[in-house]
């Protein structure tokens, strides 16, 4: 599925080109504003849109097989529309079950959703509505996934909508807060009330560090919570959490972030190729050297080159990432060890620094006011279903005006041929209309309710003749 394999094992996909705005949607007809899904954690990327390398975000399940130690919730959005694929894939393998069962399953996933003269019909949809479940269909028939959308029947029957990213954001964060305090008692850490503990994730290899406390007490802290992929999922937990997607000032943090997200995604390159940290290498007259002594790009290309044989990555722009990479070779690597995104804790709560839309104690405030908005566009939307449904049950559809059309011209035809006379004997007294004859021929040809016979004639009893391209018994 277009966001598929939650629930299932895959091979590490360790990478992909993305630009500064992709993301992999699950989308479909009449889809949702919001986005359906990102694959990816955004990077920073030139403004000659150079493709750069990311890592994809893990499936769930996956994640958690790599690394059993983890006890934050995932924070990639991905897992954000789990629940409301699996409701849709459910939903329409069973369906595409039964499409299977008839004939033509492709006419009859028409007729279900417009021909409101089929018995199997369904009532009770809008357009929009018709539209997004054949086009559903139609996609699992074809042996495609089902697209997410927030306007499917399916979805607002079992859940009225999906949720908003701030809504997640807010989920992951309770899932967050709740695990450190759990790990702080199991490890018998206990923070000074009103303490103003910081909690800052580096962007290369996700350590977890604690400020504001004493030494010792931090090292504990760390050891505590540097388990599994914590610190990844709390990294991107926070990008995730940066006001600026919700229209307001971002933080600082947020702005250096975006300014060396570039040498991060270099080091995850190199990293993932290689396993070796390209800041404690050794870089002489712009070549940096792995600790036997080889050119460390050219590891970097052995090593790519093996996993894209394995299908174990994608296929990437060498040519522009070793651009990238012969930049930060001759200027050299500056550790930068404070950078990172932070997130405070105080009086047992997680908040953001810095700003007053975030997600912690008396910061919540703009997070109500969207929740309340966002509460208020589903019932919007369902009060003006239930008028479009009443409306468009008033007015015929557009198939159902051409189809009586077609109905009135055809019972014009069969009454030009219903007024010739026979004879008691079957022999016609009057010549019939041959032109209307014709034309019902054609009509009923073009709609696959006849099918003509050019080469083979039936062998039927008596006398055969072949009659406008028809067989017929004289």
Known sequence: MSISGIGGNVVRDYSAVYGSRAAVS???????????????????????????YAERAQKPDNLAAQNSK???????IIAKYEKYTKAIDEHYAKVNEENKK?????????????????????????????????ESEKRVLNGLPAAVNSYDPVIQKAFGGIMSDEEWNDEVRGGINESVNQLFEENGIVIPEGTDLRLRVDPYEYKIHAEGVDEALARQIEEALNRGNNGRYLYEHLRWCNPARNGVVQPKQYLYDTAYQEKAVMWHFVNDMTGLDMRELENRDG??????GRNLWDVVAERFNEKRAKGEIDALSMSALYEDYQVFAKEGWDKEDERGLTIGYRNGSLYDID???????????????????????WKNYRREREENLHREKAVPSAYEKWLDGQMAYTDEIL????NRTYGKNGTLLSQPNLKAMQQLLDYAVSNGRIVPLTKEILHLPGREVMQGGLDVKA
């Open 26 to 52: 699950r989308s479909g007809a009449g889809a949702a504003k919001e986005p359906v899904t990102d694959k990816a954690v955004k990077t920073y990327q030139k403004q000659n849109a150079d493709p750069v």
């Open 70 to 76: 983890t006890t934050f919730p995932i924070s990639s």
């Open 102 to 134: 008839f004939a033509n399953p492709s006419k009859h996933i028409w007729d279900k959703y417009y021909n409101a003269k089929s018995p199997y019909y369904v009532k009770g949809l809008t357009q929009r509505e018709r539209e997004i479940c054949a």
């Open 287 to 292: 070549v940096i050297y792995t600790p036997d």
């Open 355 to 377: 700003t007053e839309y975030g997600y912690g104690p008396e910061q919540r405030g703009w997070l109500e006011d969207a929740g309340k908005e966002h509460d208020q566009y």
């Open 415 to 418: 009454s030009e041929l219903g």
